[in-house]
Structures are given as structure tokens and as C-alpha cells.
């Protein structure tokens, strides 16, 4: 007898495309995934409008959605349109108060007003911004993959990152996180599956590791 497939979709985190999941590899026998690339904001368009039409792009009913980073914020958006199987987040956050002081004092100060997004669509900095500082050869791997250079979503990107407004976790929302990441700092994060070394770009990193986990997650 065929084994009932699975819809997977996932998020990217901010600018980046698909190849950030070329890593993922899901039992095809099993699961069939789908990349919900980065739509380009209104002008000002609030982040629940930007979600629900991310949302309408999921056709399978009762599917699995998995968010990266800030994909991973705008999944939790997104869950409020669907009826899931799995709502997973990878490398994100479940509420403003696990995000790190930097950006609550962005937030409060206003400084992600000052980050010069014409400036930085092809330099190092977007990526420093996305994954923290770390390696050279870290940055370049990385980059590879921040393909979303428009400044109109950069701008409402890192906005809505830095002014997300959940007060409390979702019920039911899964989290994958490394213990080394530097943007989303595990100290801040509660009720989280932990993978032991992983950083902001374990995607790229831990992919089997990581793909082993939404296996079992989902399998339960």
C-alpha cells in the first residue's frame, strides 16, 4: 500500500532563495517539498496582509510549513490562515521576547532605520545583518545565497523583524535551534529541540542532521 505523501513547505530566511535548502534532503517515497520564495512587499504593507498572501500559495491541505529565521516569524503569520499538520521553525524565534538585546534596542531606538540598504544589497554587510559576525569563509558561503537585493523588501524585512509583535509563543509551533547561534543567542530561546554545535546557517552545515529531525517531527 502507497504511504499517504506529505506536503512540505519551506520559508527561506531573510533575502535569501531556494539553494539555502539544498542541503534538506526528505524521503521522496514520503514527503513532496515545496520553497515559498520571498514576494516583494507593498509599500508599508503590514506583516499579517504580507502572510496571508504567502499563505494562499500553500494549496496542499494539511501541510507541514517550515520557516527559516525570519521565514520563520512569517510562518507563525502564515499558520493563522492554514490548518497544518506541523507548523516547524528553524534558527528563529517564537516570540519578541526571545529576540536579542540588539534588536530590542533597534526597536526601541529606531536604529534599523539607519541600515544603509542601498548600500549593502551586494556587500557583507547584509550578510553580517542575516547571520552575525563571524568568519570570512563563513560570510561568503553564506552569501551565496542572498539572492532578494530589493531595497523595498529589504526595508520591510528587517523592520518587521526587528518590530515583531507576538507576545507569547503559538501553540504548537515546533523549534529547531543550535546552541552557537549568534543572531538568535540560545539563551534567550525556551522549549527548543537543540542541535549540539549548530549555528545560524546550520541549514547549509547540519542538513542531514537537521533533515533527520523534520522526519521525526513529522513521523510522530
Given at each position: 500500500m502507497a504511504l499517504e505523501m506529505t506536503h512540505v513547505y519551506f520559508i527561506p530566511g531573510m533575502a535569501a532563495g531556494k539553494e539555502i535548502f539544498k542541503n534538506i534532503k526528505l524521503p521522496e517515497d514520503r514527503f513532496k517539498t515545496h520553497i515559498l520564495e520571498w514576494l516583494i512587499p507593498e509599500?508599508?504593507?503590514?506583516?499579517?496582509?504580507?502572510?496571508?498572501?504567502?499563505?494562499?500559495?500553500?494549496?496542499?491541505?494539511?501541510?507541514?510549513?517550515?520557516?527559516?529565521?525570519?521565514?520563520?516569524?512569517?510562518?507563525?503569520?502564515?499558520?493563522?490562515?492554514?490548518?497544518?499538520?506541523?507548523?516547524?521553525?528553524?534558527?528563529?524565534?517564537?516570540?519578541?521576547?526571545?529576540?536579542?538585546?540588539?534588536?530590542?534596542?533597534?526597536?526601541?531606538?529606531?536604529?534599523?532605520?539607519?541600515?544603509?540598504?542601498?548600500?549593502?544589497?551586494?556587500?557583507?554587510?547584509?550578510?553580517?545583518?542575516?547571520?552575525?559576525?563571524?568568519?570570512?569563509?563563513?560570510?561568503?558561503?553564506?552569501?551565496?545565497?542572498?539572492?532578494?537585493?530589493?531595497?523595498?523588501?529589504?526595508?520591510?524585512?528587517?523592520?518587521?523583524?526587528?518590530?515583531?509583535?507576538?507576545?507569547?509563543?503559538m501553540e504548537n509551533v515546533v523549534h529547531i535551534h543550535g546552541d552557537k547561534d549568534v543572531v538568535f543567542p540560545i539563551k534567550n530561546i525556551d522549549d527548543c529541540v537543540t542541535l549540539e554545535g549548530g549555528t545560524h546557517i546550520m541549514l547549509l552545515n547540519k542538513g542531514t542532521k537537521i533533515s533527520e529531525k523534520l522526519v521525526e517531527i513529522i513521523s510522530k
Open positions: 509599500k508599508d504593507e503590514p506583516i499579517a496582509l504580507y502572510a496571508k498572501r504567502m499563505a494562499e500559495r500553500v494549496k496542499a491541505p494539511n501541510s507541514v510549513l517550515v520557516g527559516v529565521s525570519f521565514g520563520g516569524v512569517v510562518a507563525q503569520e502564515m499558520a493563522q490562515y492554514l490548518t497544518l499538520k506541523n507548523l516547524i521553525i528553524i534558527s528563529s524565534v517564537k516570540s519578541e521576547k526571545e529576540l536579542p538585546t540588539r534588536m530590542k534596542f533597534a526597536r526601541k531606538t529606531g536604529a534599523y532605520k539607519l541600515i544603509p540598504t542601498r548600500l549593502v544589497l551586494s556587500a557583507d554587510d547584509l550578510t553580517k545583518f542575516s547571520i552575525g559576525p563571524r568568519s570570512k569563509k563563513r560570510l561568503q558561503l553564506y552569501q551565496e545565497f542572498l539572492h532578494v537585493r530589493n531595497k523595498q523588501y529589504l526595508d520591510w524585512a528587517i523592520k518587521n523583524m526587528v518590530k515583531w509583535q507576538r507576545k507569547e509563543p
